[in-house]
């Protein structure tokens, strides 16, 4: 699997990319709600480490992707690291507890609040149809509006049709063009501040 566009490229990630990834991630999720649940501190990066180590190893039914600028080098001599997701392709009972236990810096209640409203917004809903998830997606700052994001949620949205599932993201409002670009329609409620985003299975 290889996609390119102009000088990005969309490839599989893999372990070795989990620093630039977490690295990555804190660039790109700098809104106060998100900075207040992960604190920007050497314990969550740490945190962040850990838990997509462990999904590689662990949950190989998730898919980490990655964006890299071919030209542009990071300071090993690599092409860059510029986007990166995550394509999550289990049900919500195959898959278990989506986030490992909360670091100390994270209010846990608060951090506990948020993931019990999502995961109860998927299944609103979704039900219980068959469906991807796009777990995560970060662009660094440099790279938004450059396409990196749309390689990565066409890649999942190719899956899906191609094995004649639907998809699921919640999404940022601010982002959610993005998504309605590839065929996602927002069914959040309204004043909701996440877009509960489903894209229907391919028909024939």
């Known amino acids: 699997m290889r996609s390119t566009t102009n000088s990005l490229v969309l490839e599989p990630a893999t372990p070795e990319d989990v620093p630039a990834i977490t690295e990555l991630w804190f660039a790109a999720f700098t809104q106060p709600v998100i900075g207040k649940l992960f604190p920007n501190t050497p314990g969550m990066h740490q945190w962040h480490r850990d838990w997509h180590l462990d999904s590689f190893q662990t949950r190989p039914y998730q898919k980490y992707l990655r964006v890299v600028d071919t030209e542009s080098k990071d300071e090993h001599g690599r092409p860059r690291l510029v986007a990166f997701g995550k394509w999550d392709l289990a ?56 396409g990196a994001g749309s ?25 959610a063009s993005l998504y309605q670009r590839h065929g996602f329609v927002d069914f959040s409620p309204s004043g909701a501040e996440v877009a509960s985003m489903a894209r229907a299975k391919k028909t024939a």
């Open 91 to 146: 049900m919500p009972d195959e898959r278990g507890r989506r986030f490992p236990q909360w670091h100390a810096d994270s209010p846990y209640q608060d951090c506990e609040d948020l993931i019990t409203g999502l995961e109860a917004e998927r299944k609103r809903v979704m039900g219980d149809q068959k469906h991807y998830y796009l777990d995560t997606l970060g662009t660094h700052p440099d790279y938004q509006r450059r």
């Open 151 to 175: 390689m990565l949620v066409q890649w999942g949205c190719d899956l899906a049709d191609k094995d004649g599932v639907a998809a699921y993201v919640d999404a940022s409002k601010e982002g």
